[in-house]
């Protein structure tokens, strides 16, 4: 992986908003930034109405002010571009800029995002108040990078404007070329769906019965909000890369319906995350036995770094979160905000900023809670804060020169992603999949990588793991299988489970038996299959040899029938009609093998493969961890790195049976120690 410039020295810092603030306090806050030993701030991305507060008149001193205070304390600063919240006068002279829900309402100013990235005169707006910021602040000292807008999809990633639906029928022109070209892609034979003049295409609009568009049509749309997202940012990158040269150019945020991959390779230095673990006692994990709850965010990290290698956090939580109506979680317990630093550190992060400097007094996020209370008294994050900026102010260079390390893969891919959205038929088993593969191997240690199947992915982004696992590939092409096929020839491991390459690009189905594009890699056809769910009671799985497990076969059962002699039956349905059926089966498969699982994977499931496999922690000849403790590795020039994260209140006895250094307080150590509740060390 090619080393990032912008990110080989580590920095630490603080979101800070001098708008909102009396400017009596900016040269305090700078100056107790540095005590923290922060080194960077982000501001102004959603100062638009600062910037420009009428058509055509900017107005920089403000922001001057601050940001020459800060060089003063000799803070870097990242500047946001404010796109994200066009200001009252814009939206009221021109509604065209804004967005519109699929019923036909439009979205009005008042909260933020309420724009569409296909309006003429946004883009027209959007590049001018980018032009002038990059020739206003492309010599200042202060100033080493830029972040598109804030967030793009996030609060909404569909988009219905007259602009959106002239935009998606043009994007369709030159995808398709000719009206009978899309005809056949979106199948519009069915129900006499078919077009006769373009001026008959749109987004899909509101259809009797629950809203449910074509198919096909729905996948197209996804990609097309994707390319026109991308085609918004790339209006500012460009001006910035002209203007702003030897500044760096990143955006943040993971939100839906948007290839950040591709956005990354052709607009950004690097990609940039925003960290919210506590969203985890909100929305994940709901009714999960034993879930991984804040540790689950590892995961999303994973998916970051599988855009950018090494990659910043421009927001990471540092206190309770909440809007003034929703959102309401609880605050990190002392040592957590901590935890959560490292656990993005740990997986590949060289800049942290914190959200943000100091809990805001008005507005819809005063609950939404910085470092610093509203009080500005030292308090118990600060006091976090500073104990974090000087472990880092010793640690962060050795960590920067490093990158997260895994043999093991867990292969996604946006096609599947979106169709999986609509299609109920296997997007809902991706996610129980994918969450239990994550936990299954985080619980024992072997630190894993999201890898998303691109046309650009080669077999060499693939030979870098062992073993590569696709959970539910219902698209899957040709040519991906033809990859797969030669990652497993020449000894690579392949695990996919139901409902694998039975849709083409446009998702409809081919007329072959399932698993269709990968039916010659895995040896295996399937006879019949069910949903399990309703009337129909759970079924389960044994497992063969060794102590003939039972496993429940969750969700969806394939009957497979084993075509190849190379293929070896590992696990037979233990119920129903099928008991006795091959379940789960293993192709020798040149050097290599393919597994095909029946069923969407369950931990205990993903367990007994992983035990088969005999895939094991990399540390587990000098290291026991208990399972409450995440391990991560980086490597670099110096020699590995390892992030030990206790996610328990509760102190974790860890057994070295070497000696090693805790690069953050030097200390050595070796035999039985006891890391204390949310504590963190990071064994060199
Ligand atoms: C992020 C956003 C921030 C702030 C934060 C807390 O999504 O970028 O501006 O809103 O969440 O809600």
Same mark, same amino acid.
């Given at each position: 992986m090619k080393p990032i410039d912008a990110l080989k020295e580590f920095r630490l810092g603080a979101c800070y908003?001098?708008?909102?603030?009396?400017?009596?306090?900016w040269e305090d806050d700078f100056r107790r930034m540095r005590e923290l030993h922060f080194s960077i701030v982000r501001v102004a991305e959603f100062a638009w109405s600062i910037f420009e507060?009428?058509?055509?008149v900017f107005s920089f001193d403000l922001f001057d002010r601050a940001l020459d205070l800060a060089h003063k304390h000799g803070l870097k600063v990242i500047i946001g571009t404010p796109t994200a919240t066009p200001p009252a006068w814009l939206t009221h002279k021109y509604p065209e800029v804004l967005n519109v829900t699929q019923d036909g309402v439009t979205l009005q100013h008042g909260l933020r995002r309420h724009y569409n990235y296909s309006s003429t005169k946004y883009r027209e707006l959007s590049a001018i108040i980018t032009r002038q910021m990059a020739e206003h602040y $492309?010599?200042?000292?202060a100033v080493i990078g830029w972040q598109i807008d804030n967030e793009f999809n996030c609060e909404i990633s569909e988009f219905y404007a007259p602009a959106d639906h002239d935009a998606f029928r043009a994007w369709l022109q030159e995808k398709y070329g000719t009206l009978d070209k899309l005809n056949a892609a979106w199948g519009t034979v069915f129900w006499s769906q078919t077009y006769t003049d373009w001026e008959q295409v749109f987004l899909p609009r509101p259809t009797p019965a629950h809203k449910q568009p074509n198919p096909h049509q729905a996948l197209d749309e996804k990609r097309f909000i994707s390319d026109n997202t991308i085609s918004y940012a790339k209006v500012q990158g460009d001006i910035l890369r002209e203007v702003a040269s030897h500044q760096w150019v990143t955006t943040n945020g993971l939100f839906g319906h948007l290839d950040s991959h591709r956005m990354n390779d052709e607009l950004l230095d690097f990609f940039s995350y925003d960290s919210y673990p506590q969203f985890s006692t909100l929305n994940?994990? $709901?009714?999960?036995?034993?879930p991984l709850a804040d540790r689950s965010w590892s995961q999303k990290l994973g998916v970051v770094r599988s855009i950018s290698p090494n990659f910043a956090i421009m927001e990471q939580q540092s206190g309770p979160g909440g809007w003034v109506n929703r959102m309401d979680m609880p605050s990190p317990k002392p040592g957590q905000m901590r935890l959560w630093t490292y656990q993005s550190i740990a997986h590949g992060a060289n800049m942290v900023l914190y959200f943000r400097w100091r809990t805001a007094?008005?507005?819809?996020?005063?609950?939404?809670?910085?470092?610093?209370?509203?009080?500005n008294r030292p308090n118990r994050r600060v006091r976090e804060a500073g104990q974090i900026g000087s472990e880092l102010a010793l640690a962060g260079n050795r960590i920067a020169a490093s990158a997260f390390k895994a043999d093991v893969a867990l292969l996604r891919d946006y096609d599947n992603d979106w169709d999986g959205e609509y299609d109920i038929w296997h997007g809902p088993f991706a996610w129980q999949s994918a969450a239990s593969w994550f936990k299954a191997l985080n619980r024992r240690h072997i630190p894993s990588d999201t890898l998303y199947v691109r046309s650009s992915t080669t077999i060499e982004d693939l030979k870098r793991y062992k073993v590569l696992i696709y959970p539910h590939p219902a698209i899957m092409r040709d040519e991906t299988a033809a990859l797969l096929e030669q990652y497993a020839r020449e000894g690579g491991i392949i695990i996919f489970g139901c409902r694998t390459g039975y849709k083409n690009e446009h998702g409809h189905a081919y007329m072959r038996p399932f698993p269709g594009a990968a039916a010659g890699l895995c040896g295996i056809s399937v006879e019949e299959f069910t949903m399990v769910k309703g009337t129909r009671a759970a079924t389960s799985m044994k497992w063969n040899g060794g102590d003939e497990a039972l496993t429940g076969a969750d969700a969806f059962n394939e009957i497979l029938y084993v075509e190849d002699d190379s293929v070896e039956v590992v696990a037979t349905y233990a119920s129903d009609y099928y008991a006795g059926k091959p379940a789960v089966t293993r192709n020798a498969f040149g050097e290599g093998e393919a597994w095909y699982f029946g069923a969407v994977f369950n931990d205990a499931s993903a367990g007994q493969i992983i035990d088969r496999l005999g895939l094991a922690a990399p540390t587990a000849s000098w290291l026991s961890l208990p399972p409450d403790v995440e391990l991560a590795i980086r490597e670099g020039e110096d020699g590995p790195l390892f992030f030990l994260l206790n996610y328990s209140e509760q102190p974790a006895v860890i057994t070295l049976d070497v000696e090693k250094t805790d690069l953050l307080t030097g200390s050595t150590l070796s035999g039985t120690i006891s890391l204390e509740g949310f504590g963190v060390v990071v064994l060199s």
């Open positions: 908003y001098p708008e909102h603030w009396p400017e009596s306090l507060p009428q058509e055509g $492309k010599d200042h000292p994940d994990s $709901k009714g999960e036995e034993n007094t008005f507005g819809n996020e005063i609950y939404w809670h910085g470092i610093n209370d509203y009080h």
